[in-house]
Protein backbone atom coordinates (compact mmCIF):
# COMPACT_ATOMS: atom_id res chain seq x y z
CA UNK A 1 0.00 0.00 0.00
CA UNK A 2 0.92 3.38 -0.55
CA UNK A 3 0.73 6.19 1.42
CA UNK A 4 0.46 10.15 0.20
CA UNK A 5 0.40 13.37 2.77
CA UNK A 6 -0.03 16.79 1.10
CA UNK A 7 0.82 19.12 3.57
CA UNK A 8 4.40 18.89 5.26
CA UNK A 9 3.23 20.74 8.74
CA UNK A 10 2.44 20.60 12.16
CA UNK A 11 0.37 17.50 11.53
CA UNK A 12 1.32 16.23 8.36
CA UNK A 13 4.71 15.46 9.25
CA UNK A 14 4.69 13.89 12.58
CA UNK A 15 1.35 11.84 11.69
CA UNK A 16 2.94 10.22 8.63
CA UNK A 17 6.40 9.86 10.51
CA UNK A 18 3.88 8.03 12.82
CA UNK A 19 2.31 5.90 10.75
CA UNK A 20 5.49 4.46 9.08
CA UNK A 21 7.64 4.02 11.91
CA UNK A 22 4.64 1.50 12.70
CA UNK A 23 4.16 -0.14 9.33
CA UNK A 24 7.15 -0.56 7.85
CA UNK A 25 5.45 -2.08 4.60
CA UNK A 26 3.48 0.72 3.82
CA UNK A 27 5.25 3.43 1.45
CA UNK A 28 4.45 6.82 2.86
CA UNK A 29 5.26 10.32 0.93
CA UNK A 30 4.89 13.60 2.07
CA UNK A 31 4.66 16.04 -0.29
CA UNK A 32 4.56 20.29 0.18
CA UNK A 33 4.73 22.80 -2.16
CA UNK A 34 7.13 24.75 0.38
CA UNK A 35 10.77 23.86 -1.33
CA UNK A 36 12.92 24.88 1.79
CA UNK A 37 10.23 22.88 4.33
CA UNK A 38 11.06 19.30 2.37
CA UNK A 39 14.44 20.25 2.72
CA UNK A 40 14.49 20.70 6.32
CA UNK A 41 12.67 17.81 6.64
CA UNK A 42 15.40 15.66 4.95
CA UNK A 43 17.93 17.47 7.27
CA UNK A 44 19.19 16.91 10.67
CA UNK A 45 17.33 20.03 11.57
CA UNK A 46 13.49 19.37 11.25
CA UNK A 47 11.27 22.25 10.54
CA UNK A 48 9.30 21.65 13.64
CA UNK A 49 10.35 21.17 17.02
CA UNK A 50 8.73 18.50 18.90
CA UNK A 51 10.13 16.34 21.69
CA UNK A 52 10.81 12.28 20.42
CA UNK A 53 9.79 13.69 16.74
CA UNK A 54 13.76 13.47 15.59
CA UNK A 55 13.77 8.92 16.95
CA UNK A 56 10.51 8.84 14.98
CA UNK A 57 11.64 10.67 11.68
CA UNK A 58 15.29 8.82 11.93
CA UNK A 59 13.82 5.38 11.94
CA UNK A 60 11.58 5.24 8.97
CA UNK A 61 13.42 8.30 6.73
CA UNK A 62 14.69 6.96 3.79
CA UNK A 63 13.27 3.10 4.74
CA UNK A 64 9.10 3.71 3.81
CA UNK A 65 9.20 7.46 4.78
CA UNK A 66 10.02 10.31 2.34
CA UNK A 67 9.89 13.55 1.75
CA UNK A 68 9.70 15.50 -1.76
CA UNK A 69 7.86 18.28 -3.54
CA UNK A 70 6.86 15.75 -6.46
CA UNK A 71 3.31 16.12 -5.47
CA UNK A 72 1.83 14.68 -8.84
CA UNK A 73 3.61 11.52 -8.59
CA UNK A 74 2.91 11.17 -5.22
CA UNK A 75 -0.90 11.51 -6.25
CA UNK A 76 -0.65 9.05 -8.69
CA UNK A 77 1.07 5.82 -6.99
CA UNK A 78 -1.02 6.32 -3.48
CA UNK A 79 -4.03 4.48 -2.77
CA UNK A 80 -4.54 6.83 0.44
CA UNK A 81 -4.10 10.65 -0.24
CA UNK A 82 -4.39 12.37 3.23
CA UNK A 83 -5.12 16.51 3.04
CA UNK A 84 -3.34 18.46 5.73
CA UNK A 85 -2.71 21.14 3.82
CA UNK A 86 -3.56 24.45 5.99
CA UNK A 87 -6.88 26.19 6.49
CA UNK A 88 -6.48 29.69 8.03
CA UNK A 89 -9.45 31.61 9.10
CA UNK A 90 -10.29 34.05 5.90
CA UNK A 91 -9.27 37.68 5.70
CA UNK A 92 -10.57 38.49 2.97
CA UNK A 93 -14.25 38.96 1.33
CA UNK A 94 -17.57 36.91 2.45
CA UNK A 95 -17.20 35.71 6.22
CA UNK A 96 -13.84 37.32 6.76
CA UNK A 97 -11.97 36.89 10.21
CA UNK A 98 -14.58 33.86 10.93
CA UNK A 99 -15.07 31.17 8.03
CA UNK A 100 -12.15 29.14 7.11
CA UNK A 101 -10.50 29.67 4.00
CA UNK A 102 -10.42 26.74 2.16
CA UNK A 103 -8.31 27.76 -1.27
CA UNK A 104 -5.76 24.95 -0.25
CA UNK A 105 -8.06 22.18 0.51
CA UNK A 106 -9.79 23.13 -3.38
CA UNK A 107 -7.04 23.18 -4.61
CA UNK A 108 -5.16 19.99 -3.51
CA UNK A 109 -9.02 18.44 -4.68
CA UNK A 110 -8.42 20.31 -7.98
CA UNK A 111 -4.71 18.85 -8.05
CA UNK A 112 -5.82 15.11 -7.00
CA UNK A 113 -8.64 15.04 -9.84
CA UNK A 114 -6.13 16.31 -12.67
CA UNK A 115 -3.91 13.51 -12.15
CA UNK A 116 -5.10 10.81 -10.34
CA UNK A 117 -6.37 7.38 -11.89
CA UNK A 118 -8.23 4.64 -10.13
CA UNK A 119 -9.64 4.15 -6.91
CA UNK A 120 -8.36 6.80 -4.03
CA UNK A 121 -9.62 7.73 -0.49
CA UNK A 122 -8.69 11.07 0.08
CA UNK A 123 -8.86 11.71 4.00
CA UNK A 124 -9.49 15.22 5.20
CA UNK A 125 -7.13 15.51 8.06
CA UNK A 126 -6.91 19.78 8.45
CA UNK A 127 -9.75 20.56 10.13
CA UNK A 128 -12.50 21.83 8.26
CA UNK A 129 -15.91 23.55 8.41
CA UNK A 130 -18.75 20.44 7.85
CA UNK A 131 -20.13 19.75 4.29
CA UNK A 132 -16.17 20.38 3.29
CA UNK A 133 -16.30 16.62 2.63
CA UNK A 134 -19.23 17.10 0.24
CA UNK A 135 -17.55 19.76 -1.44
CA UNK A 136 -14.09 17.83 -1.98
CA UNK A 137 -16.37 14.94 -3.63
CA UNK A 138 -17.78 17.37 -5.89
CA UNK A 139 -14.75 18.74 -7.35
CA UNK A 140 -12.91 15.62 -7.94
CA UNK A 141 -15.93 13.81 -9.27
CA UNK A 142 -16.47 16.97 -11.57
CA UNK A 143 -12.67 17.22 -12.89
CA UNK A 144 -11.30 13.74 -12.67
CA UNK A 145 -11.55 11.59 -16.06
CA UNK A 146 -10.64 8.25 -14.77
CA UNK A 147 -10.35 8.58 -10.97
CA UNK A 148 -13.10 6.83 -8.47
CA UNK A 149 -13.07 8.39 -4.98
CA UNK A 150 -14.07 7.69 -1.18
CA UNK A 151 -13.55 11.15 1.07
CA UNK A 152 -13.57 10.05 4.50
CA UNK A 153 -12.52 12.43 7.69
CA UNK A 154 -9.71 11.41 10.10
CA UNK A 155 -9.51 15.01 12.03
CA UNK A 156 -6.33 15.19 14.15
CA UNK A 157 -6.47 15.53 18.16
CA UNK A 158 -2.58 15.94 18.74
CA UNK A 159 -1.56 18.76 20.90
CA UNK A 160 1.82 20.12 20.09
CA UNK A 161 4.17 19.70 22.68
CA UNK A 162 3.26 16.02 22.98
CA UNK A 163 2.42 15.34 19.63
CA UNK A 164 4.36 11.80 19.68
CA UNK A 165 2.86 10.71 22.98
CA UNK A 166 -0.54 11.66 21.54
CA UNK A 167 -0.09 9.99 18.20
CA UNK A 168 1.49 6.83 19.77
CA UNK A 169 -1.51 6.23 22.44
CA UNK A 170 -4.40 8.48 21.27
CA UNK A 171 -7.63 8.79 23.16
CA UNK A 172 -9.61 7.91 20.00
CA UNK A 173 -9.02 7.94 16.35
CA UNK A 174 -11.82 8.83 14.75
CA UNK A 175 -13.26 7.96 11.26
CA UNK A 176 -16.38 9.39 9.35
CA UNK A 177 -17.63 8.28 5.92
CA UNK A 178 -20.06 8.23 3.18
CA UNK A 179 -22.63 5.25 4.59
CA UNK A 180 -22.41 3.27 1.89
CA UNK A 181 -20.79 -0.01 1.05
CA UNK A 182 -17.76 1.74 -0.76
CA UNK A 183 -18.25 4.25 1.50
CA UNK A 184 -17.33 1.24 4.98
CA UNK A 185 -15.08 -0.16 2.80
CA UNK A 186 -12.89 3.03 2.67
CA UNK A 187 -13.15 3.22 6.47
CA UNK A 188 -12.24 -0.27 6.92
CA UNK A 189 -9.25 0.19 4.72
CA UNK A 190 -8.07 2.93 6.95
CA UNK A 191 -9.10 1.86 10.39
CA UNK A 192 -7.03 -1.38 9.55
CA UNK A 193 -3.95 1.24 9.30
CA UNK A 194 -4.40 2.70 12.66
CA UNK A 195 -5.48 -0.66 14.16
CA UNK A 196 -1.87 -1.96 13.83
CA UNK A 197 -1.32 0.23 17.14
CA UNK A 198 -4.15 1.51 18.38
CA UNK A 199 -6.78 -0.84 20.44
CA UNK A 200 -10.09 -1.20 18.10
CA UNK A 201 -12.35 -0.37 20.80
CA UNK A 202 -10.49 3.16 20.42
CA UNK A 203 -11.49 3.89 16.67
CA UNK A 204 -14.50 5.30 16.62
CA UNK A 205 -16.57 5.31 12.95
CA UNK A 206 -19.35 8.05 12.19
CA UNK A 207 -20.96 9.82 9.49
CA UNK A 208 -18.80 12.19 7.74
CA UNK A 209 -20.47 15.41 9.25
CA UNK A 210 -20.43 13.96 12.83
CA UNK A 211 -16.36 13.40 12.57
CA UNK A 212 -16.16 17.24 10.89
CA UNK A 213 -18.56 18.68 13.39
CA UNK A 214 -16.91 16.60 16.52
CA UNK A 215 -13.25 18.32 15.54
CA UNK A 216 -14.52 21.60 15.93
CA UNK A 217 -16.82 20.37 19.16
CA UNK A 218 -13.86 19.17 20.57
CA UNK A 219 -11.80 22.16 20.48
CA UNK A 220 -14.32 24.48 21.52
CA UNK A 221 -15.43 22.55 24.36
CA UNK A 222 -11.64 22.96 25.53
CA UNK A 223 -10.92 26.45 25.03
CA UNK A 224 -13.89 27.17 26.43
CA UNK A 225 -12.84 25.35 29.98
CA UNK A 226 -9.67 27.82 29.82
CA UNK A 227 -12.03 30.76 28.82
CA UNK A 228 -14.35 29.96 31.87
CA UNK A 229 -11.32 29.44 34.50
CA UNK A 230 -9.32 32.53 33.48
CA UNK A 231 -12.72 34.85 33.58
CA UNK A 232 -12.57 33.47 37.38
CA UNK A 233 -9.25 34.33 38.04
CA UNK A 234 -10.24 38.01 37.26
CA UNK A 235 -13.16 37.43 40.21
CA UNK A 236 -10.02 35.86 42.65
CA UNK A 237 -7.93 38.59 42.21
CA UNK A 238 -10.54 41.10 43.17
CA UNK A 239 -11.80 39.07 46.41
CA UNK A 240 -8.79 36.80 47.71
CA UNK A 241 -9.35 33.26 46.33
CA UNK A 242 -6.51 31.34 44.70
CA UNK A 243 -7.38 30.08 41.14
CA UNK A 244 -4.99 27.15 41.69
CA UNK A 245 -7.03 26.18 44.75
CA UNK A 246 -10.56 26.71 43.24
CA UNK A 247 -9.52 24.73 40.14
CA UNK A 248 -7.84 21.84 41.86
CA UNK A 249 -11.06 21.55 44.11
CA UNK A 250 -13.46 21.52 41.22
CA UNK A 251 -11.35 19.30 39.20
CA UNK A 252 -11.60 16.73 42.16
CA UNK A 253 -14.94 16.20 41.05
CA UNK A 254 -15.10 13.47 38.75
CA UNK A 255 -17.78 15.45 36.50
CA UNK A 256 -15.30 17.69 35.86
CA UNK A 257 -12.14 16.55 35.82
CA UNK A 258 -9.06 18.11 36.60
CA UNK A 259 -7.28 18.84 33.10
CA UNK A 260 -7.66 22.15 31.11
CA UNK A 261 -8.42 24.54 33.78
CA UNK A 262 -4.24 26.06 34.43
CA UNK A 263 -5.92 29.66 34.34
CA UNK A 264 -3.19 31.27 31.97
CA UNK A 265 -2.18 34.75 30.31
CA UNK A 266 -4.69 33.06 27.52
CA UNK A 267 -4.75 30.32 24.93
CA UNK A 268 -2.92 30.29 22.00
CA UNK A 269 -2.51 27.98 19.32
CA UNK A 270 -3.28 27.65 15.57
CA UNK A 271 -6.82 25.49 16.04
CA UNK A 272 -8.57 27.01 18.65
CA UNK A 273 -9.51 30.44 17.99
CA UNK A 274 -9.80 29.36 14.44
CA UNK A 275 -11.89 26.13 15.24
CA UNK A 276 -14.36 28.56 17.57
CA UNK A 277 -15.01 31.54 15.04
CA UNK A 278 -15.73 28.74 12.44
CA UNK A 279 -18.14 27.11 14.79
CA UNK A 280 -19.66 30.82 15.39
CA UNK A 281 -19.77 31.29 11.34
CA UNK A 282 -21.25 27.60 10.92
CA UNK A 283 -24.11 28.82 13.52
CA UNK A 284 -24.87 31.91 12.24
CA UNK A 285 -24.78 30.67 8.36
CA UNK A 286 -27.79 27.95 10.10
CA UNK A 287 -29.65 31.00 11.59
CA UNK A 288 -28.79 30.32 15.15
CA UNK A 289 -27.55 33.73 16.50
CA UNK A 290 -28.05 32.33 19.81
CA UNK A 291 -25.71 29.69 19.84
CA UNK A 292 -23.48 31.85 17.59
CA UNK A 293 -23.20 34.24 21.14
CA UNK A 294 -22.62 31.29 23.03
CA UNK A 295 -18.92 30.27 21.35
CA UNK A 296 -18.34 33.68 20.80
CA UNK A 297 -18.20 35.08 23.91
CA UNK A 298 -15.22 32.12 24.92
CA UNK A 299 -12.85 34.21 21.89
CA UNK A 300 -14.17 37.48 23.58
CA UNK A 301 -12.86 36.37 27.12
CA UNK A 302 -9.45 34.87 25.75
CA UNK A 303 -9.17 38.47 23.98
CA UNK A 304 -9.84 40.36 27.42
CA UNK A 305 -7.36 38.00 29.42
CA UNK A 306 -4.61 38.75 27.20
CA UNK A 307 -5.43 42.81 27.59
CA UNK A 308 -6.10 42.21 30.71
CA UNK A 309 -2.52 40.72 31.47
CA UNK A 310 -0.53 43.93 30.11
CA UNK A 311 -2.68 46.58 31.10
CA UNK A 312 -1.88 44.64 34.72
CA UNK A 313 1.44 45.56 34.13
CA UNK A 314 0.97 48.82 33.22
CA UNK A 315 -0.98 49.55 36.17
CA UNK A 316 1.41 48.27 38.55
CA UNK A 317 4.24 49.86 37.23
CA UNK A 318 3.15 53.27 38.88
CA UNK A 319 0.63 53.73 35.97
CA UNK A 320 3.24 54.14 33.58
CA UNK A 321 5.89 51.90 31.44
CA UNK A 322 7.14 54.34 29.30
CA UNK A 323 10.77 54.26 28.65
CA UNK A 324 10.74 51.14 30.80
CA UNK A 325 12.70 47.74 30.23
CA UNK A 326 10.42 44.71 30.45
CA UNK A 327 11.87 41.34 30.02
CA UNK A 328 9.45 38.79 28.19
CA UNK A 329 10.26 35.15 29.26
CA UNK A 330 8.75 33.23 26.39
CA UNK A 331 7.06 33.60 23.15
CA UNK A 332 5.93 30.18 22.12
CA UNK A 333 1.92 29.42 22.41
CA UNK A 334 3.09 27.06 24.71
CA UNK A 335 5.90 25.15 26.41
CA UNK A 336 8.34 22.56 24.45
CA UNK A 337 7.04 23.96 20.72
CA UNK A 338 8.65 26.74 18.52
CA UNK A 339 4.85 27.60 16.53
CA UNK A 340 3.56 31.07 17.85
CA UNK A 341 0.82 31.07 15.79
CA UNK A 342 -1.85 33.16 17.78
CA UNK A 343 0.23 33.16 20.72
CA UNK A 344 -0.81 35.68 23.44
CA UNK A 345 3.23 36.77 23.41
CA UNK A 346 2.55 38.54 20.22
CA UNK A 347 -0.65 40.48 21.72
CA UNK A 348 1.19 40.88 25.16
CA UNK A 349 4.24 42.28 23.81
CA UNK A 350 2.37 44.79 21.29
CA UNK A 351 0.19 46.08 24.35
CA UNK A 352 3.72 47.19 26.06
CA UNK A 353 4.92 48.54 22.66
CA UNK A 354 1.97 50.30 22.24
CA UNK A 355 2.37 52.03 25.91
CA UNK A 356 6.05 53.07 25.04
CA UNK A 357 8.00 50.37 27.08
CA UNK A 358 10.87 48.82 25.72
CA UNK A 359 10.48 45.16 25.47
CA UNK A 360 13.14 42.61 25.45
CA UNK A 361 11.67 39.01 24.13
CA UNK A 362 13.71 35.64 25.08
CA UNK A 363 12.35 32.38 23.77
CA UNK A 364 14.46 29.21 24.21
CA UNK A 365 13.06 27.87 20.86
CA UNK A 366 11.40 30.66 18.89
CA UNK A 367 13.81 32.39 16.07
CA UNK A 368 14.21 36.57 16.44
CA UNK A 369 13.01 37.30 13.30
CA UNK A 370 10.17 34.77 13.27
CA UNK A 371 9.51 36.85 16.67
CA UNK A 372 9.85 40.74 15.13
CA UNK A 373 7.54 39.09 12.46
CA UNK A 374 4.96 38.28 14.78
CA UNK A 375 4.58 41.62 16.42
CA UNK A 376 5.62 44.09 13.95
CA UNK A 377 5.01 42.43 10.54
CA UNK A 378 6.69 44.41 8.16
CA UNK A 379 7.42 47.57 10.36
CA UNK A 380 10.17 48.34 12.52
CA UNK A 381 10.38 49.76 16.09
CA UNK A 382 13.81 49.87 18.03
CA UNK A 383 12.05 49.17 21.07
CA UNK A 384 11.72 45.36 20.55
CA UNK A 385 14.79 43.78 21.46
CA UNK A 386 15.56 39.52 21.45
CA UNK A 387 17.79 38.48 24.02
CA UNK A 388 20.06 35.09 23.31
CA UNK A 389 18.91 34.16 27.20
CA UNK A 390 16.79 34.76 30.33
CA UNK A 391 19.59 36.25 31.98
CA UNK A 392 20.47 39.06 29.25
CA UNK A 393 16.83 39.93 28.97
CA UNK A 394 15.95 40.82 32.79
CA UNK A 395 19.17 42.80 33.14
CA UNK A 396 18.81 46.24 33.99
CA UNK A 397 14.78 45.47 33.55
CA UNK A 398 11.95 46.60 35.59
CA UNK A 399 9.94 44.00 35.61
CA UNK A 400 9.74 40.53 33.96
CA UNK A 401 6.54 39.11 32.52
CA UNK A 402 6.24 35.23 32.01
CA UNK A 403 4.33 34.19 28.64
CA UNK A 404 5.29 30.83 28.02
CA UNK A 405 5.85 28.27 30.78
CA UNK A 406 9.03 26.98 29.55
CA UNK A 407 10.60 24.60 32.58
CA UNK A 408 13.63 26.23 32.32
CA UNK A 409 12.22 29.53 33.50
CA UNK A 410 10.95 27.66 36.93
CA UNK A 411 14.72 27.48 37.93
CA UNK A 412 16.70 30.56 36.94
CA UNK A 413 19.24 32.27 39.35
CA UNK A 414 16.50 34.71 40.44
CA UNK A 415 18.96 36.09 42.68
CA UNK A 416 21.70 36.96 40.43
CA UNK A 417 18.97 38.09 38.06
CA UNK A 418 16.53 39.96 41.32
CA UNK A 419 20.36 42.25 41.71
CA UNK A 420 20.47 43.01 37.93
CA UNK A 421 17.01 44.64 37.89
CA UNK A 422 15.48 48.17 38.75
CA UNK A 423 14.11 48.13 42.39
CA UNK A 424 11.39 47.73 42.90
CA UNK A 425 11.65 44.62 40.82
CA UNK A 426 8.25 42.86 39.66
CA UNK A 427 7.58 39.57 38.31
CA UNK A 428 3.78 38.88 36.44
CA UNK A 429 4.00 35.20 35.98
CA UNK A 430 1.25 34.87 33.42
CA UNK A 431 1.50 31.11 33.46
CA UNK A 432 1.47 30.63 37.73
CA UNK A 433 4.90 28.44 37.52
CA UNK A 434 7.91 30.55 39.37
CA UNK A 435 8.13 30.09 42.52
CA UNK A 436 6.59 32.90 44.26
CA UNK A 437 7.16 32.43 47.87
CA UNK A 438 11.36 32.35 46.68
CA UNK A 439 10.96 35.06 44.96
CA UNK A 440 9.36 37.05 47.61
CA UNK A 441 12.25 36.28 49.60
CA UNK A 442 14.54 37.53 47.40
CA UNK A 443 12.46 40.87 47.62
CA UNK A 444 10.55 40.78 43.92
CA UNK A 445 7.01 41.82 44.16
CA UNK A 446 5.04 38.94 42.48
CA UNK A 447 1.71 39.44 40.71
CA UNK A 448 0.22 36.08 39.41
CA UNK A 449 -2.98 35.00 37.50
CA UNK A 450 -6.11 34.71 39.99
CA UNK A 451 -3.84 35.00 43.21
CA UNK A 452 -5.49 36.71 46.48
CA UNK A 453 -5.27 40.84 46.54
CA UNK A 454 -4.08 40.72 49.59
CA UNK A 455 -1.03 39.12 48.94
CA UNK A 456 -0.63 41.63 46.19
CA UNK A 457 -1.30 44.33 48.84
CA UNK A 458 1.02 42.89 51.33
CA UNK A 459 4.03 42.37 49.04
CA UNK A 460 3.53 46.09 48.18
CA UNK A 461 4.19 46.99 51.60
CA UNK A 462 7.50 44.41 51.87
CA UNK A 463 10.77 44.75 51.15
CA UNK A 464 11.89 45.02 47.47
C1 LIG B 1 -2.96 21.73 10.51
C2 LIG B 1 -4.31 21.51 9.84
O1 LIG B 1 -4.13 21.13 8.54
C3 LIG B 1 -5.19 22.68 10.06
O2 LIG B 1 -6.41 22.56 9.44
C4 LIG B 1 -5.36 22.70 11.52
O3 LIG B 1 -6.40 23.48 11.94
C5 LIG B 1 -4.05 23.12 12.11
O4 LIG B 1 -3.14 22.14 11.84
P1 LIG B 1 -0.63 22.59 10.20
O5 LIG B 1 -0.06 21.26 9.85
O6 LIG B 1 -0.42 23.07 11.58
O7 LIG B 1 -2.16 22.58 9.88
O8 LIG B 1 -0.30 23.71 9.17
P2 LIG B 1 1.05 24.10 8.53
O9 LIG B 1 2.16 23.81 9.46
O10 LIG B 1 0.85 25.46 7.97
O11 LIG B 1 1.20 23.05 7.33
C6 LIG B 1 0.50 23.04 6.16
C7 LIG B 1 1.46 22.75 5.00
O12 LIG B 1 0.73 22.56 3.80
C8 LIG B 1 2.47 23.86 4.73
O13 LIG B 1 3.77 23.35 4.83
C9 LIG B 1 2.16 24.29 3.30
O14 LIG B 1 3.30 24.66 2.56
C10 LIG B 1 1.49 23.07 2.73
N1 LIG B 1 0.62 23.33 1.57
C11 LIG B 1 -0.35 24.25 1.66
C12 LIG B 1 0.80 22.61 0.40
O15 LIG B 1 1.69 21.78 0.29
N2 LIG B 1 -0.05 22.85 -0.65
C13 LIG B 1 -1.02 23.77 -0.60
O16 LIG B 1 -1.75 23.97 -1.58
C14 LIG B 1 -1.18 24.51 0.61
C1 LIG C 1 -5.16 21.77 20.61
C2 LIG C 1 -5.94 20.53 21.07
O1 LIG C 1 -5.57 20.21 22.41
C3 LIG C 1 -5.68 19.37 20.14
O2 LIG C 1 -6.47 18.25 20.51
C4 LIG C 1 -6.00 19.78 18.72
O3 LIG C 1 -5.67 18.74 17.83
C5 LIG C 1 -5.24 21.03 18.33
O4 LIG C 1 -5.50 22.07 19.27
P1 LIG C 1 -2.67 22.62 20.83
O5 LIG C 1 -3.21 23.92 20.34
O6 LIG C 1 -1.46 22.05 20.18
O7 LIG C 1 -3.79 21.49 20.73
O8 LIG C 1 -2.31 22.76 22.38
P2 LIG C 1 -3.13 22.72 23.75
O9 LIG C 1 -2.34 21.93 24.70
O10 LIG C 1 -4.53 22.33 23.57
O11 LIG C 1 -3.04 24.24 24.26
C6 LIG C 1 -3.70 25.30 23.60
C7 LIG C 1 -3.51 26.58 24.36
O12 LIG C 1 -4.24 26.57 25.58
C8 LIG C 1 -2.07 26.89 24.75
O13 LIG C 1 -1.80 28.26 24.56
C9 LIG C 1 -2.02 26.53 26.21
O14 LIG C 1 -1.01 27.22 26.91
C10 LIG C 1 -3.39 26.93 26.66
N1 LIG C 1 -3.87 26.22 27.88
C11 LIG C 1 -4.05 24.87 27.85
C12 LIG C 1 -4.19 26.94 29.03
O15 LIG C 1 -4.04 28.17 29.06
N2 LIG C 1 -4.67 26.27 30.12
C13 LIG C 1 -4.86 24.92 30.12
O16 LIG C 1 -5.31 24.38 31.15
C14 LIG C 1 -4.54 24.20 28.95
Not at 245 to 266: N, Y
Request: one cysteine or more.
Amino acid sequence: MNICCIGAGYVGGPTMAMIAAKCPDIRVEVVDLNEKRIAAWNSDDLPIYEPGLDEVVREARGRNLFFTTGVEDAIRNADIIFVSVNTPTKTYGVGAGRAADLRYIESAARMIAEVAEGPKIIVEKSTIPVKTAEAMLTILRANSKSGSFQVLSNPEFLAEGTAIADLQKPDRILIGGESTPEGNAAVEKLVSIYARWVPRERILTTNLWSSELSKLVANAFLAQRISSINSISALCEATGADVDEVAHAIGTDSRIGPKFLKASVGFGGSCFQKDILNLVYLCGHFGLPEVAAYWDSVVKMNDWQKHRFAHNIVQTLFNTVSGKRIAVLGFAFKKDTNDTRESPAISVVRDLLEENATVVVYDPKVPADEIRRDVLGSAENDRLIIAESAEEAAAGAHALAIVTEWDAFKTLDFAKIHAGMHKPAFVFDGRNVLPHAQLRTLGFRVFAIGKPAQCRESDAFSKG
